[in-house]
C-alpha cells in the first residue's frame, strides 16, 4: 500500500518457469541439435538449420531438406512435394538429372523426395520417342500442371532420340487425381518431323486406367 492505495507487484521469491539456455553448446551438456557439431563453444550447423545452437529449422523455405523430410516435420513443413511446397523457390530448384530413362541435356524439377502418404500417385509413360530427323534441337520440355497452373509436379528436359529399347516412365504425386493435369511440351522446331504419345495413368486403377492420352505429331 502507497498512500491507502494497493499496487500488485510480482514477488520474486517465487520460482519462474522461464527457461534460459546457454549460448555456448557442450556436446554433453548443451548439444546442438540436428546432428550440428559443437566446436569450441560454438555450433557448426548441419542439414540447413540456424541459431545459436541450431535449434532453427529450415522448413517451409522452399528447398526439400531430407533430413526433415519425415512425418515428424511435415516432410520439411511441405517443400518436397510440389502440391504442398509453397512459395517461389519451388519451381526453380532443379532436383532431377536423371528421369525416364535418360541422363538429361540439363537438370529439371519432378520433385523425386516427395514420399507425403497422403498425395496420389500419377505414372507417366513415354509410348515413342520424338525424332528429329534434321538434328535441329538437342532437347525439348515435357512440364505437367496441375490444379490450374498452381502445382508444378514435372518440368523436364528430354533427348529427341534416346534411342531407348523399352517405353521409359516416370511417377509423380499430386494432390488429387480427380483435377484434370495439363500435360505440355515445347521447344520442338515446327520444321522437324516427330511424333510423340504421353500416357498418364492412375496407380489406384488396378487396370491402369488411361486418365490422360495426348498425341501430337508437327
Known amino acids: ?78 517443400d518436397c512435394c510440389a502440391a504442398t511446397c509453397k512459395g517461389r523457390k519451388c519451381d526453380l530448384v532443379k532436383d532431377t538429372e536423371f528421369a525416364f530413362g535418360q541422363t538429361l541435356p540439363k537438370a529439371g524439377t519432378s520433385f523425386p523426395n516427395c514420399i507425403d502418404p ?20 538437342e532437347f525439348y520440355t515435357l512440364k505437367v500442371e496441375c490444379q490450374d497452373g498452381k502445382e508444378l509436379p514435372l518440368n523436364v528436359f528430354l533427348d529427341p532420340d534416346p534411342k531407348l529399347s523399352e517405353f521409359p516412365s516416370e511417377t509423380i504425386k499430386v494432390a488429387d487425381t480427380r ?5 505440355s511440351f515445347s521447344g520442338i522446331q515446327s520444321w522437324s518431323k516427330l511424333s510423340i504419345t504421353f500416357q498418364v495413368l492412375d496407380d489406384f486403377f488396378d487396370d491402369d486406367k488411361v486418365v490422360v492420352k495426348r498425341e501430337d505429331s508437327v
Open 1 to 78: 500500500y502507497v498512500d491507502g492505495v494497493e499496487f500488485a507487484i510480482d514477488d520474486i521469491s517465487r520460482p519462474s518457469d522461464a527457461l534460459l539456455r546457454c549460448g555456448n553448446c557442450d556436446a554433453e551438456t548443451n548439444p546442438c541439435r540436428y546432428e550440428g557439431i559443437c566446436n569450441a563453444g560454438s555450433c557448426e550447423c548441419m542439414h540447413g538449420a540456424n541459431g545459436t545452437l541450431c535449434d532453427i529449422k529450415p522448413l517451409a523455405n522452399g528447398v526439400c531438406n531430407l533430413f526433415f523430410n519425415k512425418d515428424v516435420e511435415n516432410y520439411d513443413d511441405g
Open 118 to 137: 497422403t498425395l496420389n500417385p500419377l505414372k507417366i509413360v513415354l509410348n515413342s520417342t520424338v525424332k528429329d530427323v534434321d538434328g535441329f534441337f
Open 179 to 183: 483435377t484434370p493435369c495439363a500435360l
